[in-house]
């Protein structure tokens, strides 16, 4: 199979790559990996070279690895943000699903579960979660 992109396409695949890779083993450990996303990375990461993109990879005892230049670049910011987002939006929604359920309010009424979630949001999105207590029993 061959697949015709320019090598602004191919950077930005690698990207792809790596953010989907990083989504499926981040969090696992090295005997929990799933093997077959690390040797689609590795086998594009191997075309780095021959489209001029050294910088992007090194060799390590496991193979092409993406460089610490790439994960600088931009990657792990990329990554970082989205990480926050999702967060925030879980929480937001689990406190006011929580609120609600407290209040006898059915989670099924989806304007006042949104207006909850909104208020969360907007209460993050000024102060983070330095306003956030957390209640010994």
Do not use: W
């Given at each position: 199979?061959?697949?015709?992109?320019s090598?602004?396409?191919?950077r930005?695949?690698i990207?792809?790559?790596?953010?989907?890779?990083w989504?499926?083993?981040s969090?696992?450990?090295?005997?929990d990996?799933?093997?077959?996303?690390?040797?689609?990375?590795?086998?594009?990461?191997?075309?780095?070279?021959?489209?001029?993109?050294?910088?992007?990879?090194?060799?390590?005892?496991?193979?092409?690895?993406?460089?610490?230049?790439?994960?600088?670049?931009?990657?792990?910011?990329?990554?970082?943000?989205?990480?926050?987002a999702?967060?925030f939006?879980i929480?937001?929604?689990?406190?006011?699903?929580?609120?609600?359920?407290i209040?006898?309010?059915?989670a099924?009424?989806?304007?006042?579960?949104?207006?909850?979630?909104?208020?969360?949001?907007?209460?993050?999105?000024?102060?983070?979660l330095?306003?956030?207590?957390?209640?010994?029993?």
């Open positions: 199979m061959n697949i015709d992109i090598e602004k396409q191919f930005r695949l990207d792809l790559v790596y953010i989907g890779n989504v499926l083993n969090t696992r450990e090295f005997h990996r799933i093997v077959e996303y690390d040797e689609v990375e590795r086998h594009l990461l191997g075309y780095c070279r021959a489209a001029g993109m050294t910088a992007l990879v090194e060799n390590t005892p496991f193979g092409l690895q993406p460089s610490r230049a790439f994960e600088d670049g931009g990657i792990q910011e990329a990554i970082a943000d989205y990480e926050d999702v967060f939006d929480l937001a929604e689990d406190l006011a699903r929580r609120d609600m359920e209040e006898g309010v059915t099924d009424d989806a304007r006042e579960l949104d207006r909850r979630r909104e208020e969360y949001l907007d209460e993050f999105e000024l102060n983070g330095n306003n956030i207590v957390v209640e010994k029993p």
